[in-house]
């Protein structure tokens, strides 16, 4: 079975986030073996200058860059990524599999994005929507398409 | 306060997105005056046929028509319609009210989509991503990114 790690700054807080996180995964098991890491994301001060943000987010760069596994495949969620459909995506799940790398490392950063070392480390850079959305219903939204690849990959319906 | 309708067919069923849009919708009701009215979707076979679809998503043409406010501004969801980032999307609602449209009207689809006459009526087709989500996801979505178009517009502090 295909291992899918997903590694997301910070642990979810909403009742809501937590319930659809726990309802995706379980479902994403019966086509993946997932595992999900939440490093903690650096405290900021309330109105962080832009060298703030760059030392925190350096900060958590080495934390994400530390539990990518080793020979997975590394897709980095960031809004100006590639985007595609479902059906790409699902394919490009598919296709990584078929390469011979047995995982994929999907990461989500905290809520000041990602450090470039951790872009440039990423094989694939993906972009769900030019929208902003709040990490933790990011984090549904990621669990989501991951569960709808595998049924498309299985050839299962599954209707939007 | 300027007025949002959403007309997105069938009910929530799954307690996360009724908890998620709830929330919503109460930090919404700080910027907008928010109406959800939920039409009932058209009975389809497990393996519809494309003319029973079709013949589906004319009935729900016929209800959702019907609920569109005289002289909203309309928007129609669907996944090949016009992406924007959250900012613009903001400046889409603000410029809206600035035309002197008092109230906008977002419609979100059955599984099977919107028909024709639908996308026809619609004054904007807007894509959140090229990916395909459930509509209860993507009805939290929704509201998520009007919320955050009131934060956007009334310049207030709201983190990804």
Do not use: W
């Amino acid at each position: 079975m295909q291992k899918i790690k997903i590694i997301a700054m910070g642990k979810l807080t909403e009742g809501y986030t937590k319930d659809a996180c726990a309802e995706f995964s379980r479902r994403i098991s019966r086509f993946y073996q997932l595992t999900v890491v939440e490093p903690k994301p650096e405290a900021t001060p309330s109105d962080p200058s832009p060298a703030e943000i760059e030392k925190a987010l350096a900060k958590e760069a080495e934390k994400i860059i530390s539990e990518i596994p080793a020979r997975a495949a590394v897709c980095a969620m960031c809004v100006e990524g590639k985007t595609m459909s479902s059906e790409k995506f699902a394919e490009y799940i598919g296709d990584t599999a078929n390469r011979g790398v047995s995982e994929i490392c999907f990461i989500i950063g905290s809520s000041h994005g990602l450090h470039d070392s951790v872009k440039r480390r990423a094989d694939l850079k993906l972009s769900v929507s030019p929208m902003t959305f709040p990490h933790e219903l990011f984090r549904v939204m990621l669990l989501e398409q991951i569960y709808r690849a595998g049924e498309i990959s299985a050839g299962g319906k599954y209707h939007k």
